[in-house]
């Protein structure tokens, strides 16, 4: 059997496709293993799952950094320590420098809730309803410089009720996000793995 492709995932928050990732890892034939969770909030609720889970956390606090580039610059280093080959973003709520995701060609991946081109950056729930789509949902796309830019990987759709709110239908793109982030990270390892 091929080796696994070493991933590392980046959370600041409870880390619910975190979770996702980490259970579909688990099947035997699944072509990444989750080798490191990072993240720059000590307080954020997945580093304690992770850490369940066996496995290795690092808790870089922007806040003790003069500069984004400092950051990023220790976070390159983690993932060379853990021999890091695939990155996953996964509710990473900081911007990465240029520097630091053009070392990652083609193996840094992000879910974006919303179905881009449409609805970059945040509050994307409330700005399709605010448009009246019909349709909605999330994406798993390769991180670049530019924000929500990269390549779609793959994309998941939900119908948009007249009776939602953004936390409604923000409920129903989670469900489909956290089948589609495993089922990308899957494509990209295998990849990876040629």
């Avoid at 619910?16 to 080798?35: D, G, H, K």
Wanted: hydrophobic residues 45%; glycine residues 6%; contains cysteine.
């Amino acid at each position: 059997m091929m080796a696994k492709v070493r991933t590392a995932i980046f959370i600041s928050g409870g880390g619910s496709n975190m979770r996702s990732l980490v259970e579909a890892s688990q099947a035997a034939n699944f072509p990444a293993q989750i080798i490191l969770v990072l993240s720059n909030r000590p307080d954020a609720g997945g580093l304690a799952y992770a850490a369940e889970q066996g496995i290795a956390t690092v808790c870089l606090d922007h806040k003790t950094f003069k500069t984004r580039a400092d950051f990023d610059s220790e976070a390159q280093a983690v993932l060379e320590r853990f021999d890091i080959e695939l990155v996953c973003l996964a509710g990473f709520m900081r911007l990465l420098t240029p520097d630091f995701v053009n070392a990652w060609p083609g193996r840094m991946i992000n879910i974006h809730p919303a179905l881009l081109p449409a609805y970059k950056g945040l509050h994307t729930h409330e700005r399709a309803l605010a448009d009246k789509v019909k349709e909605h949902g999330c994406t798993v796309h390769f991180v670049t410089p530019e924000m929500d830019e990269g390549e779609i990987i793959l994309q998941r759709t939900v119908v948009v009720l007249e009776t939602d709110t953004p936390a409604t239908l923000a409920a129903r793109v989670l469900q489909q996000e956290h089948l589609a982030y495993p089922e990308a990270l899957r494509l990209v390892s295998q990849r990876l793995q040629v």
